[in-house]
């Protein structure tokens, strides 16, 4: 059951110790805050054993050794997760308690580090947990952002952004490592020499330089003492003045060099799925891959291999465009600082590298500007001409005569670079995210590429790790499934879940699995009556749509479906409505105004419906506040409902579908991502779907749309519903707070596409399929049946599957056994 190594009187001594000496004070005297600091230091104490021998390991099986590079890590709160994995959360519970004091009172004291927006952030976090409990050595190599992702207030049903100072306490988890900091160049010039073999040297001059300095984090794995180490890197300016002959030029060059410094790592860029082109951003990628990448060779090193064996050691995984610069900057450091030809150095660089795609929306697709990015990082540049001049080689090779496949493939186009150009043509493996995405990666948005180079294309359908979302965020339904199933190897094999199928027609258990998911709408009750004041009925149907806001996500599709259903009550006071709760939650980037007026129009329908005491609270809306992972843990399994109802193609995967999964709601949403493969598993009956096959979605952009006029000329309920936004029924009598939106889904003022999204195409066929959730719902026994089946079927979405999968046809690492001396 526990960790031996883990002894409750010595831990107990240990987090008096560390009260005394970092407060000097006792338990009785201590506020939560200081108590979280000491215990979470003696949980670090525990871990540090572990972490050394990992490394020890590490070195001895002369590991290769995975590096996934990442702009963002959305790791969630650490303690009660590093507890859980280190089997040792009853017990800490347990010492606590004959102390006097709540374990999870002291989780809430810990600020989620938000380095991350959403999805892509939380893959990478859910990936290191599987590595670790896999038994993989990997690093995660990232950005210790002084502020994450901004914490969001909503006023007067406006959301505002508050600077997210996390570390204001300081991280107990994280440990500086000075001895590592790496050097980073930014600007100046490239000077050419050429030695007494006319080889030519690149030098850059008058550039400007930073110190990348080094926190590792540790990653623990599931009950195998694993620990690998997230590594993000801060930024500090390079000072070296003598104090002897301390001159006021040397004094500004310091000042200099400190303002350089200094913003690099200030924040995390809010966007999700949408590239700003902010000079801030590029200078961030190439600095956290510079620093990575430098020290990777240096490792490499000075564990006495030769550079030249260097794809036999290290793989390079890059989530998403964002770290792609690292194919240019290894061809740097092996060419210019290691002195590789070019065809030896391409040789290394083109077997470390593998990329992952992670959208197909144009809007997101990362293109420099070819002036900021020479002038930012002029050899690099440099060497990405060059690839480039080599890659259209080879496609006039292959295509002889065909300039239209040159400008559609190159990497340098009308004045841009492109970056998924660039880690298309340099990475081994080219990976979509579920099923059909890569189909559509393969079919459609880079099908040049494909043709050209089918076997470099895989898809590796995302997971999350049961270790967060089921055994951490729902404690009561673990125990339950350990309880059914006799065994808890669930938490590292999620396939076990598929025996509890027969218990679907088992009427007890039927009934204690409603028991635990009314037990969790309890406490998510809890929360919302604390956050919100709003009282809500748990024998409601909790149904959620929680994740970034994104027009693709289609939040705005859901809230007009509510507006429908509250017209309909009104209209129709006689008829039954299963009472329901509409839960939301997600923050909308800073400065994307659309998203930021579909969370007004969220909370002016909140206002309006909860208050009108004629339906008797049949339906009420609430909007969670500052969604983020430790909130995300309680409404996960708190839902009956999960609305993954993003236009067909949008989504690559999604990943907020799996967790819902996991917990025992059912998907309501369309063939989109991984709701695909989600219904494969669970079967369409135990499932609600709706709304236009993403080759419908396609087809229709392809012929400029369709007109929405039709439909609401047709529907007299739905021209209500989009006449109610410009007629001050939510605005509080303003009747312009929603033309905007009115105007998108009817005839845009820009002349885009009217409804882009095809939120009034497949508003018809998503308003069937809630009535379908609603009758289901009734039938609680049918209802029962399909959440539980749901739990059952999850097994394929655990992120331990996915990254064998990686390991099987990309990685090619071995897994290793820390040892117990
Ligand atoms: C899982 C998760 C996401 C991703 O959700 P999607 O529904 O897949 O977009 C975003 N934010 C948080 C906090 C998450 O835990």
Request: hydrophobic fraction near 40%; include cysteine; glycine fraction near 6%.
């Amino acid at each position: 059951m526990f960790d031996t190594r883990f002894d409750k009187k010595k831990f107990q001594t240990e987090i008096q110790e560390n009260l005394k000496n970092l407060f000097r004070k006792s338990v009785e005297d201590a506020s939560s805050q200081e108590l979280f600091q000491a215990v979470s230091f003696a949980v670090k104490e525990v871990i540090m054993d572990d972490w050394m021998k990992t490394k020890k390991t590490e070195k001895k099986e002369e590991s290769k050794v995975v590096v996934y590079l990442s702009m963002e890590f959305l790791v969630g709160r650490a303690l009660g997760n590093n507890l859980i994995n280190m089997k040792n959360y009853k017990m800490v519970e347990e010492a606590l308690d004959e102390l006097g004091v709540d374990l999870n009172a002291l989780e809430d004291e810990e600020r989620d580090p938000a380095l991350g927006n959403g999805g892509l952030g939380r893959l990478a976090a859910c990936f290191l947990d599987s590595l670790a409990t896999l038994g993989y050595p990997a690093y995660g190599c990232g950005i210790r952002y002084r502020y994450g992702m901004f914490r969001q207030k909503i006023e007067e049903g406006y959301q505002k952004e508050i600077p997210d100072d996390w570390l204001m306490n300081g991280y107990p988890f994280e440990l500086r490592r000075p001895e590592y900091t790496q050097e980073v160049r930014f600007g100046g010039n490239i000077r050419v020499e050429h030695d007494e073999f006319n080889n030519a040297k690149f030098i850059q001059e008058n550039y400007q330089s930073v110190n990348a300095v080094l926190y590792e984090i540790p990653i623990i794995g599931y009950n195998n003492h694993m620990v690998n180490s997230l590594c993000v890197w801060d930024a500090e300016p390079i000072v070296n003045f003598r104090l002897d002959s301390f001159d006021s030029g040397d004094y500004y060059k310091a000042v200099e060099q400190e303002n350089v410094a200094r913003n690099i790592v200030d924040v995390l860029y809010p966007n999700d799925n949408h590239y700003a082109g902010k000079e801030l951003r590029l200078k961030q990628q190439y600095f956290f891959i510079s620093a990575s990448l430098q020290s990777a060779l240096k490792a490499l090193k000075e564990r006495g291999y030769a550079v030249k064996e260097m794809d036999k050691k290290i793989i390079f995984q890059m989530n998403d465009t964002h770290p792609t610069v690292a194919v240019a900057e290894l061809m740097r450091l092996l060419v210019d600082e290691e002195g590789l030809s070019w065809e030896e150095a391409w040789g290394i660089t083109s077997k470390c590298c593998a990329y992952t795609n992670h959208t197909i929306m144009s809007e997101a697709l990362e293109k420099w500007p070819i002036d900021l990015f020479s002038r930012l990082l002029p050899r690099i540049y440099q060497i990405i001409q060059e690839i480039d001049r080599r890659f259209v080689e080879q496609i006039h090779q292959r295509y002889p005569g065909n300039e239209e496949k040159v400008r559609r493939m190159s990497i340098l186009c009308d004045g841009q670079v492109r970056m998924a150009h660039l880690a298309i043509a340099a990475a081994f493996s080219v990976n979509g995210v579920a099923r059909l995405h890569t189909e559509i990666l393969k079919h459609q948005e880079l099908k040049d590429f494909y043709e050209m180079m089918p076997e470099k294309f895989n898809n590796k359908t995302n997971g999350v790790t049961q270790r967060r979302f089921l055994l951490h965020a729902n404690p009561e339904l673990s125990n339950w499934i350990t309880d059914k199933l006799g065994t808890e190897d669930f938490a590292t094999n999620l396939e076990l879940l598929e025996n509890l199928k027969p218990l679907a027609d088992n009427d007890n258990a039927l009934s204690e699995f409603m028991g635990i998911k009314r037990k969790n709408k309890e406490r998510l009750a809890a929360y919302i009556k604390k956050h919100n004041n709003i009282e809500v009925d748990v024998d409601s149907i909790f149904d959620v749509q929680v994740k970034r806001l994104h027009e693709y996500k289609r939040q705005l599709l859901n809230i007009l479906h509510v507006m429908y259903v509250y017209n309909q009550m009104k209209e129709h006071p006689e008829k039954s409505y299963y009472k329901r709760t509409y839960i939301f939650g997600a923050k909308a980037s800073a400065g994307y105004t659309r998203a930021k007026e579909i969370i007004k129009l969220i909370n002016s329908v909140a206002e309006v419906v909860n208050n009108d005491r004629s339906i008797n609270g049949k339906l009420k809306v609430v909007f969670i506040e500052d969604y983020r992972v430790s909130n995300a843990e309680i409404i996960f399994a708190a839902a009956d409902v999960s609305e993954q109802i993003s236009t067909a193609s949008k989504e690559a995967s999604g990943t907020g579908n799996m967790k819902f999964m996991m917990n025992g709601a059912v998907t309501l949403g369309t063939m989109d991502g991984a709701n695909v493969e989600i219904v494969e598993e669970v079967g369409r009956e135990n499932a609600f779907i709706f709304g236009l096959s993403s080759e419908e979605v396609i087809h229709f952009e392809k012929n400029g749309g369709y007109n929405p006029w039709d439909i609401y000329n047709q529907d007299q309920d739905i021209r209500k519903v989009l006449d109610q936004l410009v007629d001050g029924t939510y605005g509080n009598g303003d009747k312009e707070l929603y033309r905007n939106i009115y105007d998108s889904l009817l005839s845009p003022k820009d002349g885009s596409m009217a409804d882009m999204y095809f939120i009034l195409k497949d508003f018809a066929s998503y308003r069937d399929a809630q009535e379908q959730v609603d009758a289901a719902y009734r039938d609680q026994k049918r209802w029962a049946k399909m959440a539980l089946l749901n739990t059952a079927s999850c097994g394929k979405f655990s992120s331990d599957r996915t990254i064998e999968e990686y390991v099987a046809d990309i990685w090619h690492s071995k897994k290793i056994k820390v040892g117990e001396e």
